[in-house]
């Protein structure tokens, strides 16, 4: 069973930082594509940030330039580095693994809140 767990969200005020982490169950992680989704209330489950399994990157276009997707194959492990954070960055942020076979997996979720 595939597992993703997702940490490092929590209360940031504007212009903060967080760095998001996602650690998963998944013996051959390095063959998947990772992504970070956000959710946030009322709105539908939206695409951050790629990245494949050979390490192309993908932003959305609130992301470029102030979050950055990276992975560590060797810890199973991808994480989202976010920086100037503003209000509408609030969400639950989700890390995805796709890309072999038809099936996709989802973590649990992390709150970020951005608030003074």
């Known amino acids: 069973q595939v597992q993703l767990v997702e940490s490092g969200g929590g209360l940031v005020q504007p212009g903060g930082s967080l760095r998001l982490s996602c650690v998963a169950s998944?013996?051959?992680?390095?063959?998947?594509?990772i992504a970070w989704y956000r959710q946030a209330p009322g709105k539908e489950r939206e695409l951050v940030a790629r990245?494949?399994?050979?390490?192309?990157?993908n932003y959305s276009d609130s992301a470029k330039g102030r979050f950055t997707i990276s992975r560590d194959n060797a810890k199973k492990a991808a994480y989202l580095q976010m920086n100037s954070l503003n209000p509408e960055d609030t969400a639950v942020y989700y890390c995805?693994?796709?890309?072999?076979?038809?099936?996709?997996?989802w973590g649990q979720g992390t709150q970020v809140t951005v608030s003074s």
């Open positions: 998944i013996n051959i992680f390095r063959f998947y594509d």
């Open positions: 995805k693994a796709s890309g072999i076979g038809p099936n996709a997996y």
């Open positions: 990245i494949g399994s050979t390490g192309g990157i």
